[in-house]
């Protein structure tokens, strides 16, 4: 990886913002994986592309991350080059009820942003950990909210050529757990909201009660990728798992939750393949149970030791 690592240097990133061998349980809410074999902070929208014109003169691959919640890196690590959009890119802007944010923007940060703007639409949001960039993405939700009612606007970089790409309107394309960013290869870099003026301590009260129920029905004290399996046209993940009698069932350290059989959890020293195993498994035995098939939540990369 030196000729990247050159490329990255060469390109003006300070030698601090590249990791090699990084360490991808440290940048993982799972707290498991193997390293990347480069690792670059992102600053800006214009070191996306930056980044990917070093990528390709290293040729190399290139996989993009946030706060890492929604991941499960596997063991053997991630080849290329990993880019890491978080905290230099968290700008947030309001202008009347409508909400400018930078992709790295945790939800957490966004939904009390609005909520001391006096808007609301985010409350849902409040627990989700991750960015608002991948949660565009995949159009995360929860409580019944979804990334969808409040996007407006997605400016992205298309990984192809580097060039800026905007999307509005049904060219969105969201669906369950789905967009259309999802399918066009780009690297979203700001997203628009449109919200709805609220009063600001009645936003607040509703976000508590939300953070609340979150704490009380979801096993928060264990890393973990959150619910680790979609839900099933007509069906619930968690349900159909507690149903087949699978609550506490653990290979390793991985260990279906007891407390909400939709999470698998970190015990402490679980492996990526303990999780993935786990998962094989219980998709196994809810099929012989319900006939359904579940199909992961969580987002897997990288490759087996």
Request: glycine content about 12%; overall charge neutral; hydrophobic content about 45%.
């Amino acid at each position: 990886m030196d000729t990247l690592i050159k490329s990255l240097v060469q390109a003006n990133f300070a030698p601090e913002r590249i990791i090699p061998r990084a360490p991808m349980a440290r940048f993982t809410t799972f707290r498991v994986g193997g390293p990347a074999d480069v690792l670059v902070n992102i600053d800006s929208a214009a070191e996306i592309s930056v980044a990917l014109r070093a990528a390709r003169a290293a040729g190399v691959p290139v996989t993009i991350i946030g706060n890492g919640s929604n991941l499960l890196v596997r063991d053997g690590g991630i080849r290329g080059l990993v880019m890491r959009i978080s905290q230099p890119m968290s700008a947030i802007t309001c202008e009347g009820d409508t909400l400018h944010v930078q992709a790295g923007a945790t939800l957490p940060a966004v939904a009390g942003f609005a909520q001391r703007s006096g808007l609301e639409g985010l409350a849902p949001m409040a627990g989700i950990p991750g960015t608002i960039g991948g949660a565009v993405i995949m159009n995360a939700g929860a409580y019944g909210g979804e990334m969808s009612q409040v996007v407006t606007r997605v400016d992205a970089i298309a990984r192809s050529d580097g060039k800026p790409i905007r999307f509005e309107g049904r060219a969105l394309g969201f669906a369950y757990r789905h967009s259309a960013m999802m399918d066009a290869g780009v690297i979203v870099t700001d997203v628009t909201l449109r919200l709805t003026p609220g009063d600001p301590d009645a936003i607040a009260r509703r976000t508590e009660e939300l953070l609340v129920a979150r704490r009380e029905k979801q096993p928060l004290e264990y890393p973990s990728a959150g619910s680790t399996f979609k839900r099933p046209e007509g069906a619930f993940a968690a349900k159909l798992i507690d149903d087949a009698g699978l609550k506490g069932l653990r290979i390793g350290d991985a260990q279906v939750s007891e407390k909400h059989a939709g999470f698998i959890v970190n015990l402490g020293s679980a492996t990526a393949s303990d999780i993935l195993a786990l998962m094989a498994e219980v998709q196994s035995r809810v099929l012989a149970a319900s006939g359904i098939t579940l199909e992961p939540e969580v987002r897997i990369l990288g490759e087996d030791a």
